[in-house]
């Protein structure tokens, strides 16, 4: 194993997967790529709504800015912790 993939959507649970792939990446000394990834919203067209679909969600750059900087604070903890 010479690379670990790291899917993360930031949630609590994800924190706990990352102490996984860091127990990883040292015994095997592997590397550590890291994903954004998230569930969009998709409306259910089948039920009656009131307003616009879109209430209450972020737009796709809005997303992708969060993605980008949870991603950098994660990368920037693991440089730090000696892992690539």
């Known amino acids: 194993m010479k690379t670990i993939l790291f899917p993360t959507d930031f ?10 792939a860091r127990l ?8 550590i790529v890291l994903l954004h990834v998230h569930q969009p ?17 972020m737009a796709a750059p809005e997303l992708e800015q969060i993605g980008r900087e949870g991603l950098l604070n994660i990368q920037k903890q693991l440089q730090s912790e000696g892992f690539t």
């Open 11 to 20: 949630s609590q649970t994800t924190h706990h997967a990352l102490d996984w």
């Open 24 to 31: 990883f990446a040292r015994q095997y000394q592997a590397s």
């Open 41 to 57: 919203t998709v409306p259910d067209t089948t039920l009656p709504t009131m307003g616009d679909l879109g209430m209450g969600t």
